[in-house]
């Protein structure tokens, strides 16, 4: 097993320590420190920052006692929610019930592990990364299931069946519009589609291919709001009908899991939108020469997480603007509208690209 | 209209109105100003409340501790809940005048109807809020400050 991406620490040890071996151990765990670091260090800033989004929509100001302007909200509420009891109700599948959080918590941390942050920051250089994405996404709906399905609750029932409906569905739409990038770009590995995109604002995939990069783009970031469970897509915790819908029985850490999990997944959804049409960890360039040397000289990672965080506030201002349709417009919505549109634009972008239309 | 047409005008419609909703929300982000949350204890000292705030009766004086309190009765007649006990006497000619006003805040629902039907317009709702106290007697409240005048 190689890694694709070299990183210091490993090769010296490869190098110069008494048991080369030593380095596929310090390696992994070099991978799980990376990924743990992005995906639990970047959840309490999501969270603050939702509250804050979300008042500031309403009007309100969130929070604003705890720290300079309630910035230690969220760590507070984390420290609340480890140290609160872990109990499961009466008559739970026990083995499934605590199986449940765990494996959705897999799902967004195998999706980050693909995820090129930039030029020297991703753990694994898959060759086929989107296909292997398409598989995880099925995890998290999986974990959805088995938790509405074990805590022995007919209104977490309904909503793991709802949202299994619904997530299966745009599952089709999702696995669509990564084939058109697939298409677009002649690649299935991320690293080969950033480097698709590479040069000026223009070569971007939003904007190269004439107005169906920007429909793929809606339409992805209509259908990754379904696959994250957030609103207007959030049948799955329709709060006004199934109070919170598959995790409501859950509490402390096990709930912790259930939302570090929500925000994990907005960061893996947020960084595929931005390498699929927002160029990845590539600088913005304008094409004026003085510009871009100002702008190549931040580092990749830096734009990355830039495109990830604006991307993340689209999809904040999403759920606090647009209201929740019923489950039967969103199901006419995917297979009467969606499907079709991804089945044109698939035919389209292959008309494109054979006869050279790109910009 | 037939299905095919009121799906393609739904298809051109749909997106427009959705985004007349983020121009909304849009708009409130991006504008501070719109915040309506007070910091309130924070805030105390520049709290101003709105004008039809109803906070406690208040008997209105002017600047020489006059009021315009004829002892009528129509506000203890029409207050819901007995929080009003208008008290008159006698002045020296004999004339019927406020002896005492008796308002009692915690039977008081804060519903304004003594103000309402003052004909005389001497009551209004006192602005201030801060009136928890852990002693029941400082909820029965006097609330003409000299007796006998007018």
């Not at chain 1, 693909?114 to 296909?131: H, T």
């Not at chain 1, 977490?156 to 299994?164: D, H, M, W």
């Not at chain 1, 920007?214 to 199934?242: G, H």
Request: net charge neutral.
């Amino acid at each position: 097993m190689t890694f694709g991406i070299p990183n210091l620490i490993g090769d010296l040890v490869r190098e110069y320590s008494p048991w080369p071996w030593l380095a596929l151990g310090v390696n992994v765990i070099l991978a799980v420190t990376a990924v743990l670091a992005v995906g639990i260090g970047s959840a309490p800033i999501l969270i603050y920052m939702e509250r804050k989004v979300c008042a500031h929509v309403q009007c309100r100001l969130g929070p604003m006692r705890l720290g300079w302007h309630g910035i230690l909200q969220t760590i507070a509420d984390v420290t609340k929610l480890l140290f609160k009891e872990v109990y499961s109700p009466k008559g739970v599948d026990k083995i499934v019930y605590y199986l449940a959080p765990m494996i959705s918590l897999t799902a967004p941390f195998f999706t980050l592990a693909l995820i090129p942050f930039g030029e020297q920051w991703q753990v694994i250089n898959l060759e086929f990364a989107v296909p292997a994405i398409i598989a995880i996404n099925g995890l998290g709906l999986f974990a959805i299931l088995l938790g509405g399905w074990a805590s022995n609750n007919k209104y977490s029932l309904l909503s793991a069946l709802r949202s299994g409906a619904l997530m299966i569905s745009y599952e089709i739409s999702f696995a669509m519009i990564m084939l058109f990038v697939i298409m677009i770009s002649g690649s299935a590995s991320l690293n080969e589609i950033i480097a698709t995109q590479s040069g000026t604002v223009l070569d971007w995939w939003i904007f190269k291919l004439p107005v169906l990069g920007f429909v793929a783009f809606v339409m992805f970031m209509c259908v990754s709001t379904a696959e994250l469970n957030r609103a207007p897509f959030d049948i799955a915790e329709a709060e006004q009908e199934l109070t919170a819908g598959f995790h409501t029985e859950y509490t402390g850490t096990a709930f912790a899991m259930f939302y570090l999990t929500e925000y994990i997944n907005l960061i893996a959804a947020s960084a595929l939108g931005s390498i699929f049409f927002l160029g990845g960890w590539q600088a913005p360039l304008v094409g004026i020469e003085s510009v871009d040397k100002i702008l190549l000289g931040i580092p990749g990672l830096v734009w990355m997480f830039a495109k990830i965080y604006f991307l993340i506030f689209l999809y904040m201002m999403f759920r606090w603007t647009w209201l929740r349709p019923r489950i039967d417009q969103l199901m006419s919505f995917e297979w009467k509208f969606l499907l079709p549109l991804s089945l044109i634009l698939l035919g389209l972008g292959a008309l494109f690209t054979a006869m050279g239309w790109v910009l | 209209m037939t299905a095919i047409s009121k799906y393609f005008h739904a298809v051109v419609t749909g997106p427009v109105s959705l985004l007349k909703g983020m121009s909304v929300t849009l708009r409130y982000f991006f504008n501070p100003k719109k915040i309506v949350t007070e910091q309130y204890p924070e805030n105390k000292a520049t709290l101003k409340m709105h004008e039809r705030f109803r906070g406690r009766v208040e008997l209105i004086h002017n600047e020489q501790n006059l009021h315009t309190c004829t002892a009528c009765g129509i506000c203890e007649k029409n207050c819901p809940n007995n929080s009003i006990n208008v008290l008159s006497t006698k002045n020296i000619a004999g004339k019927k005048v406020l002896g005492k006003y008796l308002y009692r805040l915690d039977s008081c629902t804060q519903c304004g109807f003594c103000v309402e039907s003052c004909p005389f317009g001497c009551l209004r709702m006192a602005h201030d809020f801060e009136r928890s106290s852990a002693d029941k007697q400082s909820f029965n409240m006097t609330l003409n400050k000299t007796e006998g005048q007018g």
